[in-house]
């Protein structure tokens, strides 16, 4: 019996391997001779699972390695308007000759940062932090939060539903009047986190439109990360604290700013001799187990942050020497509140710049591109941006402090011209001496000017909507992105926006 049952498994042994080579023959060349086993065959064997490959996947599916295609452009495989090439979506393609000249330095951009808050604070466009008074008039404060109205119930929607009387009510409760005082003694704080500013002190998003995700009319603005505000006010509920910023006013919720014990501890967060800045759209932190609240913090475009000293760096104990990085210090809130100071690495690979960048027609150029096709958001809601919140990032960078709104962009320091009243011809005729990164201005929108080719001139922007210039109606579309276009793409009116230019401010 014993010798049967090997003869039995020498058969089915030889029959085994007549099947496997009948299938190498089968699946591999017409030449029969050919048997010399393949790779994949060899590591098969060598495994001792040789034909488990055909049991898995069909014929000719083997993964061969990832596939390129060749002759792609950017014009088949990303939505560009009309006469936008891929080409012209590479800063490179709009730099001239003098492209690295320095433009201005920074002693000139200090300056220059001077003059305007001169020109905008007495209008209380901008606010000029660091020489504020200690009190302020609570009569002003409250001319102030009132100055924003309380939407009506019939045109509004509060997250997709109608608006209701009960909500009106609470935000108006909110706003805590009674309580504010006839002189009011000025808090300092430092923001902890890039944070909303808002019309009223609340989170729930306010539109025209319920479907309308994108507009919030209760937003106004942004705080970035270790920038100062003047606290004047708190809500009924001390969720929320109504301050200034040196571009904006109004609610941001109290727990994303660090109390200042005084006013000199507040002044020495806003030195910036030594500072990193953040150049790349967003950087964002690596976990940190050690300090967990700051893990993976997102730094925005414009975000400028101290860079620790020597003998700070010595004292950081993350259990790691962190070669190729830079240790920069982050403003935290302890238990009570009040502003504390940690520390993180940022590598040195990231898009970032150890002071603030040379200001040049090339670096303009970089940095806007960085981030072209980002998501546009009014007034910084979603962590994105707006039109002037565009320019404001991308010109932060080079140490600009810009006021908020596209109105007071335009009436900045430096060459401006009025072409309100210029035929489209003599507007071109302006348009030709530009250089790149001008800012051009309609009524409600900004933009940054890109060049002139072929008689088309282009622009760079953060926009919510617009009707494409080789549309056959006025029908708009929503983009709501930072996107390239031409000034023949047109307005609901159903004229171009070169018709509507007005102002332009050459940064100089």
Same mark, same amino acid.
């Given at each position: 019996m014993k010798h049967k049952k090997s003869i039995g498994?020498?058969?089915?042994?030889? =029959?085994?391997?007549?099947?496997?080579?009948?299938?190498?023959?089968?699946?591999?060349?017409?030449?029969?001779?050919? #048997?010399? /086993?393949?790779? @994949?065959? !060899?590591l098969t064997e060598d495994l001792g699972i040789a034909g488990v490959y055909g049991e898995l996947y069909e014929a000719e599916s083997a993964y061969s390695g990832l596939v390129y295609l060749e002759g792609i452009s950017e014009e088949e495989t990303v939505r560009l308007t009309a006469n936008v090439t891929g080409e012209m979506t590479k800063p490179e393609y709009w730099m001239g000759s003098s492209a690295g000249t320095i433009?201005?330095?920074?002693?000139?951009?200090?300056?220059f940062n001077r003059k305007m808050m001169d020109q905008f604070a007495p209008a209380q466009v901008m606010f000029d932090l660091q020489n504020m008074k200690s009190t302020i008039s609570g009569n002003y404060v409250k001319q102030l939060i009132e100055g924003f109205s309380i939407p009506a119930r019939n045109y509004y929607y509060v997250e997709g539903e109608k608006l209701t009387a009960d909500f009106q009510n609470e935000?108006? @409760?909110?706003?805590?009047?009674?309580?504010?005082?006839?002189?009011?003694t000025i808090r300092y704080g430092i923001a902890v986190d890039r944070t909303d500013i808002r019309a009223f002190p609340t989170e729930k998003l306010v539109t025209d439109n319920a479907r309308n995700l994108y507009y919030d009319i209760f937003q106004n603005s942004e705080l970035f990360i270790s920038e100062p505000v003047a606290i004047l006010h708190t809500s009924l509920n001390g969720e929320w604290f109504f301050v200034f910023s040196d571009? @904006? $006013?109004?609610?941001?919720?109290? +727990? #994303?700013?660090?109390?200042?014990?005084?006013?000199?501890?507040?002044? &020495?967060?806003?030195? +910036?001799?030594?500072v990193l800045v953040v150049t790349g759209k967003r950087v964002t932190l690596d976990k940190? /187990?050690? &300090?967990?609240?700051?893990?993976?913090?997102?730094?925005?475009?414009? @975000?400028?942050?101290?860079?620790?000293?020597?003998?700070?760096?010595?004292?950081?104990?993350?259990?790691? !020497?962190?070669?190729?990085?830079?240790?920069?210090?982050?403003?935290?809130?302890?238990?009570?509140?009040?502003?504390?100071?940690?520390?993180? *690495?940022?590598? =040195?690979?990231?898009?970032?710049s150890v002071g603030y960048l040379d200001y040049t027609e090339e670096n303009i150029l970089k940095q806007s591109f960085?981030?072209?096709?980002?998501? *546009?958001g009014w007034g910084g809601i979603l962590? !994105?941006?707006?039109?002037?919140?565009?320019?404001?990032?991308?010109?932060?960078? $080079?140490? $600009?402090? $810009?006021?908020?709104?596209?109105?007071?962009?335009?009436?900045?320091?430096?060459?401006?011209?009025?072409?309100?009243?210029?035929?489209s011809a003599e507007k071109k005729t302006v348009l030709d001496q530009l250089p790149p990164g001008s800012l051009l201005r309609f009524p409600g929108h900004m933009m940054m000017y890109l060049g002139q080719r072929n008689g088309k001139y282009y622009v760079i922007s953060a926009?919510?909507?617009?009707? /494409?210039?080789?549309?056959?109606?006025?029908?708009?579309?929503? /983009?709501?992105s930072i996107m390239i276009n031409t000034l023949d793409v047109r307005r609901l009116d159903g004229t171009t926006w070169l018709d509507n230019l007005t102002t332009i401010c050459v940064i100089n």
């Open positions: 498994m020498l058969l089915v042994v030889c =029959m085994m391997m007549f099947a496997y080579g009948c299938g190498k023959k089968e699946a591999g060349t017409n030449n029969v001779n050919a #048997t010399a /086993p393949s790779e @994949s065959e !060899v433009i201005m330095t920074q002693e000139q951009i200090r300056e935000i108006a @409760s909110q706003r805590n009047l009674s309580a504010v005082q006839g002189q009011i571009r @904006s $006013f109004g609610w941001v919720k109290a +727990d #994303t700013v660090a109390l200042c014990g005084d006013k000199e501890q507040w002044l &020495e967060w806003q030195k +910036d001799e030594n940190n /187990p050690y &300090e967990p609240g700051i893990s993976q913090t997102v730094l925005t475009m414009g @975000s400028v942050l101290q860079i620790a000293s020597e003998e700070e760096v010595t004292k950081v104990d993350y259990d790691r !020497v962190p070669y190729g990085c830079i240790t920069v210090k982050l403003p935290v809130r302890n238990e009570e509140g009040y502003l504390d100071t940690t520390y993180a *690495y940022i590598p =040195m690979g990231e898009d970032i960085k981030m072209l096709g980002t998501t *546009y962590d !994105v941006t707006d039109c002037s919140g565009y320019t404001y990032q991308v010109y932060r960078c $080079f140490g $600009f402090r $810009f006021p908020r709104n596209s109105g007071q962009q335009a009436s900045i320091p430096g060459t401006r011209y009025n072409i309100s009243k210029k035929t926009l919510s909507n617009f009707v /494409p210039e080789d549309a056959e109606t006025n029908e708009a579309i929503h /983009p709501r």
